[in-house]
């Protein structure tokens, strides 16, 4: 992690975009207390999380939040952590089952959630939204030779994989983080990963330079809330696992944002003074405006949501 990106980030938009390129690079090496916060958690039956998500301290930080899915055929694996992590999310899974992996599905392209897939191998099948592949594609984990980790199947708006329990649903609803943010519907556990379109209860990080939008980003959860049914578990990019009324809050509380940065620029006050100005809302109980200053900070926030309004 590099914390001299920190000022950047909250200069610009920019800059911004470097935090991204930050907050993907990976550390040295697993660490033994990284490695003791990556810890493998059941959510349902056959349904897993791998920790060491969190990045408010980012010694523990291994990735976003990890799925394991144990089907009939084998392990369907939803984000991959950190380059360098592949190895230690194959030991966590061999805790649970003996089943092999047969499947990486990744919500979007930044490498705290694509980094492991090399180590998986070129056997697995793998699945991304077609922005998201195209996007990787331009990373120098997936780049010469590498090329051949790139996933091997994409879809534009929705796909199902497997049937009846092992039935997995990918949805795409539009821009927000990115602009390849898959929703990833495990029916029969009433349970679905949104990747980092919902990373924490703090302003969102949008990453401009892969497509992302903040004006946006509400309105795609608002899509998805209106058109996913019968999903009661949530499992978050970078969060313990929560519940949809959570990501209903979290659409509320982004679009309250938009709407109030907006305003601000309609009255016309300048970035510096709107930072100044803005209150955390107190209803919503829990948030922060900020889990790490590097990633979606409110001043970066706002000067992207004064860019994006016309």
Not at 151 to 169: F, Q
């Amino acid at each position: 992690m590099k914390r001299g990106l920190v000022l950047g980030a909250l200069i610009s938009v920019g800059c911004l975009s470097m935090v991204v390129a930050g907050f993907q690079a990976p550390p040295a090496g697993p660490t033994p207390a990284a490695l003791a916060a990556t810890r493998i958690e059941k959510v349902k039956d056959n349904l897993y999380i791998i920790t060491g998500s969190g990045i408010a301290d980012t010694s523990l930080f291994s990735g976003g939040n990890t799925a394991v899915f144990i089907t009939d055929a084998g392990v369907v694996v939803v984000d991959t952590k950190l380059p360098g992590w592949g190895k230690t999310l194959l030991e966590r899974i061999k805790t649970v089952t003996n089943k092999p992996v047969t499947t990486i599905i990744n919500t979007h392209t930044h490498s705290d959630h694509t980094g492991g897939n090399e180590a998986f191998g070129t056997m697995v099948d793998s699945v991304v939204q077609e922005n998201t592949r195209a996007n990787m594609a331009k990373m120098d984990e997936f780049k010469g030779d590498k090329a051949k980790f790139l996933p091997k199947r994409t879809y534009k708006d929705k796909m199902t994989l497997g049937k009846g329990k092992d039935e997995i649903d990918l949805y795409y609803f539009g821009v927000g983080h990115t602009n390849g943010d898959s929703f990833v519907v495990f029916p029969a556990l009433r349970t679905m990963h949104v990747g980092d379109m919902f990373a924490w209860k703090a302003l969102p990080y949008i990453d401009t330079g892969s497509g992302g939008n903040a004006v946006v980003h509400p309105q795609t959860l608002a899509k998805a809330l209106a058109t996913i049914k019968d999903v009661d578990t949530i499992i978050n990019g970078h969060i313990p696992v929560g519940t949809w009324n959570d990501l209903k809050e979290y659409t509320n509380f982004t679009q309250d944002f938009v709407t109030w940065a907006q305003s601000e620029k309609k009255a016309g006050k300048t970035v510096d003074q709107a930072e100044k100005e803005y209150k955390l809302p107190a209803k919503y109980k829990g948030y922060v405006v900020s889990v790490n200053p590097q990633y979606g900070n409110l001043k970066g926030n706002l000067q992207i949501v004064y860019d994006e309004t016309k």
